[in-house]
Nanobody, 121 residues
Framework: VQLQASGGGLVQAGGSLRLSCAAS????????MSWYRQAPGKQRDLVAT???????TYINSVKGRFTISRDSAKNTGYLQMNSLKPEDTAVYYC????????????????WGQGTQVTISS
């Protein structure tokens, strides 16, 4: 299984970006999909998660600005980021909990390669 993250870039404060995370390989289903971010010199932090049923959770600092979504038919997750701030600058990583074979009860965790998001003030 591979996760391909894309959509990062350089935008001015107040702008928007949409990140995508496409999963490929042997996949029966994907449980939770999540986005994390890691700023320089800091640990990698969870930003948002979406469950199989579409329930979403966010860290407080992005609530009302970021929206996580998924297209299960395409095995793809998204992170719409609006009203971006300089403190959102980080490398963003997607994570997916994947059931590769229907007879495997426990999901396996896979990470994307990261996409750089830079917000200028």
């Amino acid at each position: 299984v591979q996760l391909q993250a894309s959509g990062g870039g350089l935008v001015q404060a107040g702008g928007s970006l949409r990140l995508s995370c496409a999963a490929s390989g042997t996949i029966t289903s994907i449980k939770n999909m999540s986005w994390y971010r890691q700023a320089p010199g800091k640990q990698r932090d969870l930003v948002a998660t979406i469950s199989t049923g579409g329930e979403t959770t966010y860290i407080n600092s992005v609530k009302g600005r970021f929206t996580i979504s998924r297209d299960s038919a395409k095995n793809t997750g998204y992170l719409q980021m609006n009203s971006l701030k300089p403190e959102d600058t980080a490398v963003y990583y997607c994570k997916a909990d994947v059931i590769r074979r229907y007879w495997l009860a426990d999901p396996e965790t896979y990470w994307g390669q990261g996409t750089q998001v830079t917000i200028s003030s």
